[in-house]
């Protein structure tokens, strides 16, 4: 018998199958599912696909109180590398049963829009927060679990900066096996972390780096053209340039070769995140990668962690970031 406007409930799947009501809702939860025989949930499954029954999230919401809603802060997707993000944590979520609610922000030191974002997610009641790095916003306030990415600290985190400077030292000793002295260094704040780090690789081996190959606040691809400019002005060229992104190395790369600059003979670069564009363009770019499907995993798996265990110890996952040697260098 249908329920009330000809919905299929989950009484009609129990009387289908012959077992309480309890059991088809410990066998339709993934947390509860192992505790129902095989053959019973696959009864069950069954069941669910032939009759087309569709579970009621307003009402499971209202009775645990969630929204079965998760806010995810980033910046906006015009890059692929958070583009590919966004659907990996998109189909992850859903997978979960839950929905991605997504708000994104063009510069990233605004910091009073992307505070309103966050009031935004947080009046739509949504039962956790994913951010990336986000400095002078203040979560603390939240009142929901919230994991930051690219921002280890005193709180629920997912980076590759544990594993980063032993990825970059390899590629250190391969640039200076071909000969590179002089470095350039393409950064902006969203990625301070890393420059920071590459910076401290370089004072441990000694190597210097010279303030003129040191250009921050690059924040676009028109924005590495300028930089490129610059460093094509100095006089000295620097033999390798390390951009913090793949998209500021492919414009930085172009504009070099613009001006009659051979790559990979008279300079070299190397960028970070491993987008498919740059695998195709020539030369191909030398690059470092995290898989977005990982990434999103080990997000989800904490958030999912903290709303379980509000008061667990705070945990830091992270990922190796794969070197990816290519024609650029």
Excluded at 42 to 57: H, M, Q, S
Excluded at 155 to 167: G, I, K, L, R, T
Aim: with cysteine; glycine share 6%.
């Amino acid at each position: 018998m249908r329920g009330q406007q000809g919905r299929i409930t989950i009484i009609d799947i129990a009387e289908e199958c012959g077992c309480s009501k309890t059991t088809v809702a410990c066998a339709m939860d993934e947390r509860t599912a192992h505790k129902v025989a095989q053959k019973t949930r696959e009864k069950i499954y069954e069941a669910v696909r032939r009759l087309g029954y569709l579970p009621n999230r307003s009402a499971k919401a209202l009775r645990l109180r969630r929204t079965y809603t998760i806010g995810v802060m980033l910046p906006e997707p015009a890059n692929s590398f958070y583009g590919n993000i966004v659907l990996s944590l998109q189909r992850q979520l859903a997978r979960h049963g839950y929905t991605a609610l997504f708000a994104f922000w063009e510069t990233y030191d605004d910091v009073e829009t992307i505070q309103r974002a966050l009031d935004m997610l947080l009046s739509r009641g949504v039962d956790g927060i994913i951010t990336g790095q986000l400095s002078g916003v203040h979560f603390e306030k939240c009142g929901v679990p919230v994991i930051r990415w690219q921002e280890p600290g005193d709180y629920d985190s997912f980076s590759s900066f544990p594993h980063m400077e032993n990825a970059y030292e390899r590629l250190l000793e391969i640039l200076q096996s071909k000969g590179c002295r002089n470095y350039a260094l393409i950064t902006n704040a969203l990625d301070a972390g890393r420059a920071a780090i590459i910076r401290k690789l370089f004072r441990r081996k000694r190597i210097p780096l010279r303030d003129e190959f040191l250009i921050d606040g690059v924040t676009s691809p028109h924005k590495a053209c300028e930089a490129m400019q610059l460093l094509l002005r100095g006089g000295t060229l620097p033999d390798a340039v390390l951009a913090n992104n793949d998209y500021i190395a492919l414009a930085a790369m172009a504009e070099a070769m613009k001006n009659g600059i051979r790559i990979p003979e008279q300079m070299k670069f190397v960028g970070f995140d491993g987008i498919p564009e740059s695998e195709y363009l020539h030369p191909s770019l030398t690059t470092f990668f995290v898989p977005p499907d990982q990434i999103a995993e080990k997000l989800i798996s904490l958030l999912f962690r903290r709303m379980e265990n509000p008061d667990a110890a705070f945990m830091s996952l992270s990922l190796m970031p794969e070197l990816i040697i290519r024609d650029s260098i």
